[in-house]
């Protein structure tokens, strides 16, 4: 039997989370099952179950954002191939679905590449814009929690939609309601940061600030406050942050590149973006 003949294309529904979450943990990856939550809620998700036993063996998610210009971007991640499937086309397939479900949408499609992925996304028609890495390390802090207002929160997607080019309030609110979660704002309102947990460590991000050594001060609080390992997504182009990170015993993990099928403002980092909530979000 051929390899497509032996699975069933589906869109994950709510109770699709914990199958999508088994395959995440299967390739080490630091999502919950609230991100899975989300971008089953938020977006769509194709998936690949086995017709033999309905295992759940292959995954890729798109997810909308609005606001930005040209009708949108639409993130695409969730890119995952259980082990004894891969090489068989069904990463490109699900690619496929999650591209044309974003243009029907007027969405630009535009995803975060690792080094790997990033010629089979350009045989796609997917153009590279700025590069980003993965720190890794681990605190000895005590954690501590910081709740949001409304206004902060109202603030904190004012200040991530200037410096991403879209509106992802859904996103935000998601994250700001999770237990665990904390976030700053910057005194002067000018910037803040979240920390969320993830499934093996702390994710930092997003993190937006007037300028780097504001962003700097902003992670120096947040790291005051957490414990334990601690994933961050940071553009290569903030030298000063990458040096501190370095400098305290953090470890560049992996690197990324940001791509885009068609125009989007992703060509070059914001001047205020200096972490990104994850390559699964942007």
């Known amino acids: 039997m051929a ?7 589906v869109v994950l529904g709510p109770d699709d989370a914990p199958d999508g979450l088994a395959l995440s943990d299967a390739a080490g990856w630091n999502q919950t099952a609230e991100d899975w939550r989300f971008f089953v809620r938020q977006g769509r998700v194709f998936g690949l179950r086995a017709a033999d036993d309905g295992r759940l063996v292959a995954t890729a998610a798109a997810l909308p954002y609005g606001g930005s210009v040209g009708g949108g971007i639409g993130w695409i991640s969730m ?7 891969r090489h068989q086309g069904l990463a490109t397939s699900l690619m496929g679905h999650c591209i044309a479900h974003l243009r029907a949408l007027g969405a630009t499609p535009v995803l975060d590449a690792t080094p790997a992925g990033q010629p089979a996304y350009a045989k796609l028609g997917f153009d590279a814009g700025f590069a980003l890495s993965r720190w890794e390390g681990t605190l000895n802090n005590a954690p501590a929690m910081h709740t949001t207002s409304a206004a902060d929160a109202d603030a904190i997607t004012r200040l991530d939609t200037l410096a991403n080019g879209c509106e992802r309030a859904a996103l935000l609110a998601d994250f700001l309601q999770r237990p665990g979660t904390r976030a700053r704002l910057a005194a002067d309102g000018t910037g803040f940061v979240l920390a969320r947990q993830g499934r093996r460590a702390t994710q930092v991000g997003p993190l937006v600030a007037a300028d ?10 947040a790291f005051a406050d957490l414990g334990g390992p601690v994933f961050l997504d940071v553009p290569d182009r903030w030298t000063v942050l990458t040096a501190w990170l370095e400098q305290n015993g953090f470890a560049r993990q992996r690197s990324f590149a940001r791509m885009a099928l068609g125009p989007a403002p992703i060509a070059s980092v914001h001047d205020r973006l200096f972490v990104v909530a994850g390559p699964e979000f942007g």
Do not use: G, K, M
């Not at 390899?3 to 294309?9: C, I, K, N, Q």
């Not at 780097?212 to 001060?217: G, K």
């Open 212 to 221: 780097e050594a504001s962003a700097l001060s902003l992670l120096q609080a």
């Open 79 to 85: 890119v995952l191939v259980a082990a004894e499937w």
């Open 3 to 9: 390899p497509s003949e032996a699975l069933t294309l």
